[in-house]
């Protein structure tokens, strides 16, 4: 089973950017989806972003569609998700997720097997 770590969160001003980093061990990214999802206290967890392994595409949530990119660096086995003109409704807690049944979009969180610990975004105004 993969163990996923996310990395790259943290204090942000309204505006600004932030990468956020998932690293795999035990296995690598290959034939499996890589998603993004967030949780804000008191709210549902989110989709934000997919990267399916099939066809390389990408899908994001309405409501980071231009503003985030997720983007995978194959050699260091790792997933990323640029954050850029955040807003103070972006801050939650972001998990990385693989989801090996690759047919699935990817937009929810049963359509993922493992899933990282979770990294804090915190967006000021």
């Known amino acids: 089973q993969v163990q996923l770590v996310e990395s790259g969160g943290g204090l942000v001003q309204s505006g600004g950017s932030l990468r956020l980093s998932c690293a795999a061990s035990g296995r690598t990214f290959s034939r499996c989806n890589v998603g993004w999802f967030r949780q804000a206290p008191g709210k549902e967890r989110e989709f934000v972003a997919v990267?399916?392994?099939?066809?390389?595409?990408?899908d994001y949530g309405d409501s980071v569609k231009g503003r985030f990119i997720i983007s995978r660096d194959n050699a260091k086995n790792t997933v990323f998700l640029q954050m850029d003109s955040l807003k103070p409704e972006d801050t939650a807690v972001y998990y990385c997720a693989t989801g090996s049944i690759i047919s699935r979009r990817g937009r929810v969180p049963g359509d993922y097997d493992s899933w990282g610990q979770g990294t804090q975004v915190t967006v000021s105004s």
């Open positions: 990267l399916k392994w099939m066809s390389s595409t990408t």
